[in-house]
């Protein structure tokens, strides 16, 4: 089935200790992505990338690192969170970039608490 | 950059037509899709317009006119499985390998 997992789903932790989420997806996509989504202010991208070795920023980067070592891979990485990184995560792919279709193939969400 | 606004909730009545509007202001601009949500859901794509005109799937149409900077999403015959929160979004000159989301409209289809 073709998919784009993560985990955790749910994670409580403490301020700056560090934390990776794990994205995968299994349809040799080209195109992945992070997003946070918090009430009232939709989804906002944080990282993306457009293929292996290649990651830029979105518009909410600060505190958060991404690495694409490999295709299929994507993690997130908070490396001292704070409380206001506490929100709902979603990683996304796309056979290419968005630019051709508009279409991102979306994770089930890690919901992240930072106490 | 890029601004997006929709109504933030809308309700209807089930077997009724929905219209969710979705203006945009954008510095170039290359298409609008449209995602939705269930609570504790993922987003899920419904559609995209790269070009003006109305694109059909099923219930559900979107809309596009690029000259008023407007897009519609219609849903039609609805159901109750439709109460979700729908999202539209750009793809732009300056985030062309990216999709700038709004807020999101929240439907509610009541009996």
């Known amino acids: 089935e073709a998919q784009v997992t993560q985990n955790p789903r749910y994670l409580i932790t403490v301020t700056g200790k560090k934390l990776t989420v794990t994205c995968s997806q299994n349809?040799?996509?080209?195109?992945m992505s992070w997003y946070r989504q918090d009430p009232g202010l939709g989804l906002r991208q944080i990282y993306y990338s457009m293929n292996v070795e290649v990651t830029d920023k979105g518009d909410v980067p600060e505190g958060y690192k991404v690495s694409r070592k490999e295709k299929r891979n994507f993690p997130l990485i908070l490396e001292s969170p704070s409380p206001n990184q506490t929100s709902l995560y979603f990683c996304?792919?796309?056979?290419?970039?968005?630019?051709?279709?508009?279409?991102?193939?979306f994770g089930e969400g890690s919901r992240l608490t930072v106490l | 950059g890029q601004s997006l606004e929709q109504p933030s909730e809308v309700t209807a009545v089930e077997g009724a037509i929905v219209q969710i509007n979705c203006t945009y202001q954008?510095?170039?601009?290359?298409?609008l899709s449209w995602y939705q949500q269930h609570d504790g859901g993922a987003p899920t794509f419904l559609s995209y317009?790269?070009?003006?005109g109305l694109e059909e799937t099923g219930r559900f149409s979107s809309f596009l006119s690029r000259s008023d900077s407007y897009g519609y999403l219609l849903l039609q015959e609805l159901q109750m499985k439709d109460s979700a929160s729908y999202f539209c979004a750009v793809r732009d000159q300056t985030g062309a390998n990216n999709l700038f989301f709004g807020t999101g409209t929240r439907l509610t289809v009541i009996p």
């Open positions: 317009n790269g070009l003006d």
């Open positions: 996304a792919s796309s056979p290419h970039s968005v630019a051709l279709t508009g279409e991102l193939f």
């Open positions: 954008t510095s170039g601009f290359y298409g």
């Open positions: 349809m040799n996509h080209e195109y």
